[in-house]
């Protein structure tokens, strides 16, 4: 692996960690030592730094969406009507009280955000956009995009 595939602080050691920890985020250092073949205790002093440094923001656990009958899955773009940063401060303190709201990404183009929305169904959905997505500050108008399946999913990895 390249020296320098994220930044010119990681070395592959770095990297391999990294991206076993995104495979299995549950490994022991045992294993992840194992894995990387590092001795545990220098895995141990990278994994620290690694996470010291916010490489790693945390650990959590991956839920199947289905299971928890929160599959339906839409995408909605906002317009809003005041871009200034005030506004868009506004909008982006009240849209992270929306549970519903998977992700929110400000974008260039002739929407202001993208918003990934996951609910039970329809009707939640077409509730969540009427009672709390319309109505949050500045909120012009909205496009909806309706997932019918999911082929991929993110799961960052370094390069």
Request: glycine share 6%; aromatic share 6%.
């Amino acid at each position: 692996m390249a020296q320098t595939s994220i930044s010119g602080e990681l070395d592959s050691y770095d990297i391999k960690i990294i991206q076993a920890l995104v495979d299995d985020g549950r490994l022991s250092i045992t294993d992840l030592s194992e894995k990387v073949g590092l001795s545990k205790t220098p895995c141990h002093q990278r994994l620290k730094r690694l996470i010291k440094d916010g490489y790693i923001l945390g650990f959590r656990a991956v839920l199947d969406p289905q299971k928890l009958g929160l599959d339906h899955v839409a995408y909605t773009e906002v317009k809003l009507s005041d871009t200034r940063e005030a506004a868009l401060h506004s909008f982006n303190e009240a849209v992270r009280n929306i549970r519903e709201i998977e992700e929110c990404q400000m974008i260039a183009g002739s929407y202001d955000y993208l918003l990934k929305v996951r609910t039970a169904d329809m009707r939640r959905f077409r509730r969540v956009l009427g009672e709390s997505i319309s109505t949050l500050p500045h909120v012009a108008s909205t496009s909806t995009f309706v997932v019918m399946e999911s082929v991929k999913e993110a799961n960052l990895r370094p390069a």
